[in-house]
């Protein structure tokens, strides 16, 4: 009887343990455990805002690990409250979904509290983000990086052959048959046609032009079908079919490239011109030839805009807490100090990116002619943010292009039509509308 007895304790004890095992965070007392990815922005910027926290932080320890999968590595932590970090920085991804399942922390406190100079978190937020990390009422994100995207061009060549910068999309389409006779073999775009979506960058900005902000807003509310028929979707894709769909305006092969590919045909002399955003000049910081110049352009604007000067940062990476996380407090007072000027500046000065936060980063010191030249276009836009609160956006139901997908590829290969891609989606939209209500329990 004892042996059996005893049997059962062990079990008893075993399977307490395992349990506890299960939802162990991982983390210990006064060692705030910050995962990351570590991509293009690299790791220099939190390794210093590390130092900083920590000297005002005596007897704390901050830990940090980075991972280009970090956002895919990171999902299956926070859902099963396993080895969980107390702060995660994630790329773009339906954190809505973790928030409404209850595994991420109420950030209500933190968006109430003081970062300095008597400005909460919420006050010190660019007025149109402060609801990006809002849901079901309350906050549990913060956004992350801002961003600055569009067409990146080849500033010392422009110089060289006395090529005007386009304002307007006639304009740009010009430039494209000017550089193709006077370039000497140079083609006016390269792009990564395995991650087409990169056009995203400018079609979003054209469409945002005709639209307003208003019109794009409405848009991403996903009230009814109808707004799959705006005009100014149809109008920016047919933008991108004129300049892309003459597939002359692109290098050979573009169809088989990925950005990294790609971004060596730019900066090496064989294009012009690429969509693209801020972090580009980070992300190949190490293989940029001696001499190089290049630079942001505003996107020129299409005839009929609404609102010209559009910037489409791609808001979308985000910070998040995890409920269960062991130093819940050490990171809300981490993610306030991220928020103070000093720390602004100095992210901005280490990535060459914004954040979305009220600060002026052209007055840092020492940034590079294009990072300079993508600020300015970010302090004098005005910004999409294209942020949806529906549960049927959270459920990837509806998007941007909900049949096509990103349809750059298929247009450029005259395999479709900018026309088709519009009347397709809404049609797409149409038949499948009361499934996606009732999938969502919205009907």
Known sequence: MKKVYLTIVITIVSLVLMACDITDSGGQENVLRIDFVEAGLGREWLVQLKEKFEAKNPGVTVKLEGNPNMTANAGPKIENNRDIADIYFLLETNWQRWATAGYLANLDDLYASEVEDGLTMEEKMVDEVIDFGKINGSYYAIPWNDGVTGIVYNAGMFEENNWEVPETFDELLALAETIKEEGRGVKPFTWPGQYSAYWNFVVYNWWAQIEGLDGMKEFYEFGSPEVFKQEGKLKALQAFELLIGDQSNSMNGVNGLIHTNSQMYFINGIAAMIPNGIWIESEMQHVIPEGFKMKMMQTPTLEGAKEPLINNPQLGDFIVVPKHAKNLELAKDFLRMMATDEALMLYTKLTGTPRPFKYDPTQIEGLSEFVLSALEIWKNSKPLY??????????????????????????????????????KDYEYVVSRWDEFLKNNNMN
């Open 386 to 423: 294209a942020i949806s609160k529906n549960p049927m956006y959270f459920a990837n139901d509806l998007n941007t292009f909900p049949r096509s997908g990103a349809p750059y590829g298929e247009i450029y290969l005259g395999d479709t039509t900018a026309e088709e891609v519009w009347q």
